[in-house]
């Protein structure tokens, strides 16, 4: 198996610092913010008292999962139950993959888009299951087709991955596609896995739903969420699965043998994040919009024709004709010193676009934009 991209790239950027190469990363998305001080305080208190580094419960204090359901209701209007309707994750990446080997079997059908995040094919792959690829197209506005999936193949598929706000697309998905989605997992008794953590950072009035807005969607889903982008945490790897409690505690089982808990202080200084007032996300939800606004009206400056999201860190970016996405993106990464992520680390319909993304300081944004603006003229 090959390494992921990322690590790839870093590979390849250090080699180019060695040679005092300063190169903009525009690739991945780490958001460059950090939490609410609150947040860090409380992390710091709770780690200077002595008996807070010993292991924790899989499940994390109940107050851990009680934010989760708080916060889930204050945004979404959703009730969880937080003994039964909430699993803790090292992040959510951790819990897509072990999602996949505690539920497929060799030969399972799974039904991902494309372009996809990359860990749904290779949990997929792993696991011994069988990829099906529902192609995410901008004249149905980036959402799957669920009608253009063949009965035979739907009535083999054994789960669904869905992930509005979309990486590394941007686009969202309305309450009407989760209710046929819905509809349609429940006809052919398909486990839906919703991917959600860019709700939270989004352009619009209205917050990007989530599925578990639905009647129904405990029956037949469960969803990701994470605080790595909705309250920059990246690093503290703080995430949840949450919905459907027979799928939850199959994933419980696989996590007792794969990891032991969670830092006891970070989920402290978590809990404290999620009753944060909303207005402290709106006003860094601002920042990201400012910065996205620079690099699509630079974009658009160019001719390049490019749809402005609605959420999500990422612009999907066209490139021109002749170019493969990885040849170009390497391009401008060793001639304008600029990394962005070739789309086709998303899937083959990635390919034509790379993903730009906007977690970089503004100043920072404006230079790399001059830097794109000088060589794409010349092309």
Request: hydrophobic share 40%; net charge negative.
């Amino acid at each position: 198996m090959k390494k992921h991209f990322f690590a790839q790239l870093d590979e390849i950027i250090a080699t180019l610092k060695t040679q005092s190469v300063d190169v903009i990363r525009l690739d991945i998305g780490s958001p460059d913010l950090p939490p609410h001080p609150s947040v860090i305080e409380t992390l710091a208190t709770a780690s200077a008292r002595g008996d807070s580094h010993g292991y924790q419960s899989h499940l994390g204090p109940l107050s851990y999962r009680e934010a989760w359901a708080g916060m889930y209701k204050r945004v979404f209007n959703v009730d969880l139950d937080p003994a039964r309707e909430i699993v803790p994750l090292l992040g959510t990446k951790e819990g897509i993959y072990h999602l996949s080997q505690a539920i497929i079997k060799t030969g399972d059908v799974v039904l991902i888009p494309n372009p996809y995040y990359p860990t749904y094919l290779r949990g997929t792959e792993l696991a011994g299951g069988e990829p099906y690829f529902m192609p995410l197209l901008a004249e149905n506005d980036y959402l799957p087709d669920l009608d253009a999936i063949p009965a035979n193949v739907a009535d083999k598929a054994k789960l669904i991955w869905v992930n509005y706000p979309n990486n590394p697309l941007g686009a969202t998905a309305p309450l009407s596609f989760y209710e046929k989605l819905i509809r349609f997992a429940k006809k052919h008794d398909i486990l839906i896995c919703s991917d959600i953590p860019y709700s939270q950072v989004y352009f619009g009035e209205e917050i990007p739903p989530s599925i578990m807005q639905v009647d129904g969607a405990k029956d037949v889903a469960i969803e990701f969420n994470s605080l790595s982008k909705s309250h920059n945490m990246a690093g503290w790897r703080i995430g949840a699965a949450v919905g459907n409690p027979i799928i939850l505690e199959i994933l419980l089982k696989l996590k007792t043998n794969a990891d032991s808990g969670h830092f006891g202080p970070i989920l402290e200084a978590a809990s404290h994040a999620m009753g944060l007032e909303s207005s402290w996300i709106q006003e860094r939800n601002d920042i990201y919009r400012q910065r996205r606004d620079i690099i699509v009206e630079s974009l658009r400056d160019l001719g390049v024709h490019v749809v402005n999201p609605q959420a999500s860190l990422y612009i999907w970016c066209p490139i021109p004709e002749g170019w493969t996405s990885e040849k170009f993106a390497m391009a401008m990464l060793q001639e304008a010193n600029v990394s962005v992520a070739p789309g086709t680390v998303f899937g083959s319909n990635g390919e034509g676009f790379v993903r730009i993304s906007i977690t970089q300081p503004k100043e920072i944004i404006e230079e790399a934009m001059q830097k794109l603006r000088n060589w794409w003229k010349n092309l």
